[in-house]
């Protein structure tokens, strides 16, 4: 079974950055050609989409809300995802979600077939 574990998250002040990480195991996601992305969910509020690449990371794709200031890359060596996160914001405070899927059509739509557990990004103003 997949597993995909995040890591970075924690308390930063607004201005200030963060790396998340996410380490896929138990498959070769560049040998399958996965595409990857970031989602995060905001307490009462839904799911939204953050970022995502393709499988070779040559096409990226940001919401307006982080563009300019998020940055999605990959090493399929590692099997691993990133994403960089730049003069954060007090709005960007919620609980940062990494997937797989083989579309990256769908994951800009929201669906992914492999979901990380989340990790939590607190930016205080």
């Known amino acids: 079974q997949v597993q995909l574990v995040e890591s970075g998250g924690g308390l930063v002040q607004a201005g200030g950055s963060l790396r998340l990480s996410c380490a896929a195991s138990?498959?070769?996601?560049?040998?399958?050609?996965?595409?990857a992305g970031w989602f995060r969910q905001a307490p009462g509020k839904e799911r939204e989409f953050v970022a995502a690449?393709?499988?070779?990371?040559?096409?990226?794709y940001y919401a307006d809300s982080v563009q300019g200031r998020f940055t999605i890359s990959r090493d399929n060596a590692k099997i691993t995802v990133f994403l960089q996160m730049n003069s954060l914001k007090p709005e960007d405070t919620a609980d940062y979600y990494c997937a797989y899927d083989v579309s990256l059509r769908a994951l800009r739509q929201g669906s992914a077939t492999y979901w990380g557990q989340g990790t939590q990004v607190t930016v205080s103003s």
């Open positions: 138990r498959l070769s996601f560049s040998k399958y050609g996965y595409a």
């Open positions: 690449l393709n499988w070779n990371g040559d096409s990226t």
